[in-house]
């Protein structure tokens, strides 16, 4: 099938996504010329050179109801006009006009769900708002044939209320080569102290992040190393202010994924804090916890499900039992001092890393791609 062409729609602004930027290898890979589409924000990073031509549309609009109508719009209105063989939707705010498209054009669409997006924190204490996704969700999703989310507790919840297969795909990065990471002194960090990480794109609210920068209160001797972006960014600065611990705090703003891996590699600890105050966050599989796995830190996390079965499965790190700051920091100082454990850790941090790797894990997808192809060409065949 010479010349055929796949567009990933996603509603952030691509640099830092590595999920779709490996399902983009993935599709090209097999044969298909990829193009990306998402949005252009007033601070994001310049896009670094990609294999795929990338279009990130400017907007109006850059949060709110008029920004999700103008993306969704424009989106629509530029794959009407698109010549392609596959959609590749990416979350619920990227699903109407593809599904629009997919029924017009009669061109096969993959739908990728990052989330149980209904049920984040940011919606669901919204009804109008969340009422309005789940309206789409319902009136599309039980009618979709490909589908593909992050871990089998969100694949099952669809299960139960759409009938519909998600496969699971993880968002696990591919296998690292540590040797040409750049020391501390090169990367502007402290020799002489531990440092304990909280990475992620998505830093917002209850993710446990305020009560870990009060929880430095506590702490002496480490630096907290706080890397991304999110809502909460700005309220973590003042709460360091406020506690006095803004001199063992060291905040970030977002990296390219290579960068991004040298800092974790620097690190001795990395944090996963999300609250179980909602469905989401509840099933949550961050895409931080198989960073830490590959950069070979042992990890402190709250014992959500999917999150406590990887750590426990290959012991790997530890678990806080509340969001009390002064708790909080004395797992942090437990998990650091035991030596023993420490070490066991770091050991069984190999064989994680081995097996759970993008290498593995792409499998999957492909073998949707190809039932897709299998199945359009079939239905070509039969008209």
Not at 220 to 232: K, M
Not at 285 to 298: S, V
Not at 316 to 332: C, L, N, R, V
Request: positive net charge; glycine residues 4%; hydrophobic residues 40%.
């Amino acid at each position: 099938m010479p010349g055929k062409k796949a567009i990933i729609s996603v509603i952030n602004d691509l640099v830092t996504d590595q999920r779709v930027e490996k399902s983009a290898q993935v599709l090209m890979d097999m044969g298909y010329e990829v193009l990306m589409v998402g949005r252009q924000k007033s601070d994001s990073l310049r896009m670094p050179d990609r294999r795929y031509t990338v279009n990130r549309m400017r907007l109006l609009w850059e949060k709110g109801p008029f920004f999700y109508a103008e993306y969704n719009l424009r989106l629509f209105f530029f794959l009407l006009f698109q010549k392609c063989d596959l959609l590749f939707s990416n979350d619920l705010d990227t699903l109407l006009p593809n599904y629009l498209i997919h029924k017009l054009k009669r061109i096969p669409v993959i739908y990728d769900s990052h989330e149980y997006f209904t049920e984040t924190p940011e919606v669901i204490h919204r009804p109008f708002v969340r009422n309005f996704w789940k309206r789409i969700e319902k009136s599309i999703v039980p009618k979709l044939k490909y589908c593909i989310t992050v871990n089998p507790s969100i694949a099952e919840l669809f299960k139960k209320e759409y009938s519909v297969d998600f496969k699971v795909i993880r968002n696990i990065p591919g296998r690292k080569i540590k040797d040409s990471v750049p020391s501390r002194k090169e990367l502007g960090l402290p020799e002489d102290q531990k440092i304990i990480l909280l990475q992620g794109a998505g830093i917002n609210i209850q993710r446990g992040a305020e009560e870990l920068v009060e929880a430095m209160k506590y702490l002496d001797g480490l630096l907290l190393l706080i890397i991304g972006s999110g809502d909460v960014f700005p309220v973590l600065k003042e709460l360091a202010a406020e506690f006095k611990v803004d001199q063992k705090i060291m905040f970030i703003p977002k990296q390219l994924p290579d960068k991004l891996f040298f800092y974790t590699s620097a690190a001795d600890l990395g944090l996963t804090l999300d609250k179980d105050t909602n469905i989401n966050y509840h099933f949550s599989l961050p895409n931080k916890l198989f960073d830490y796995i590959h950069a070979g830190i042992p990890i402190l996390a709250s014992p959500l499900p999917e999150i406590k079965a990887i750590i426990e499965k290959y012991e790997i790190g530890g678990f806080i039992d509340s969001h009390q700051p002064e708790h909080i920091a004395s797992k942090i100082q437990q998990a650091l001092n035991d030596e023993i454990t420490y070490a066991r850790w770091k050991e069984n941090l190999k064989l994680a890393a081995a097996e759970l790797n993008w290498e593995n894990e792409r499998k999957v997808l492909c073998k949707i791609i190809e039932e897709v192809e299998k199945s359009h060409q079939t239905n070509k065949m039969s008209k």
